[in-house]
């Protein structure tokens, strides 16, 4: 797979029925290897071991409904509270993230009320500081890590 702009983390991989599979920590399964998985699981150890958020508040993958309609998360970390403290969504390397992808996001958060937002394509990063009341965003250089 190709090298992204991410620390090098450890990952487990296995080949089933000729296609390569990773192990996914959150879900606690082997998941098929696609280019936007590759950037998912970096993002999900970045956040465990660089940013030391807890497994137990991340979750990858959700159904949630906006609008109606069926949309899915990439991933979100959530508050020891229970709100959503960040909401990512993640692109496969070769996709460029344009206004669409934010987009995209801002649509999801208008549901999730999260106070940062993450765009990756592995290769570059965009982080956001949201402001629920006046209904703007700040970009940041990065997110803040973990903490109580």
Partial sequence: MQVLNFDSFQFRFKNTEN?????????????????????????VHHLIEIKKYPV???NVEKQLIINGLKKRYDVVVFKPNGKIALLVECKAPMVT????TFNQIAIYN????A????VTNGLQHYYCLMNIETENYTFLKDIPDFSR
Wanted: glycine fraction near 0%; hydrophobic fraction near 50%; charge should be negative.
């Fill in 19 to 43: 296609r390569l599979h990773i192990f996914d920590i959150i879900r606690k399964k082997f998941v098929v290897l696609q280019p936007e998985e590759w950037v998912r699981q970096h993002v």
């Fill in 56 to 58: 137990s508040l991340i």
């Fill in 97 to 100: 993230i344009d206004q669409n």
């Fill in 110 to 113: 208008l549901n999730a009320d």
């Fill in 115 to 118: 106070d940062y937002l993450m």
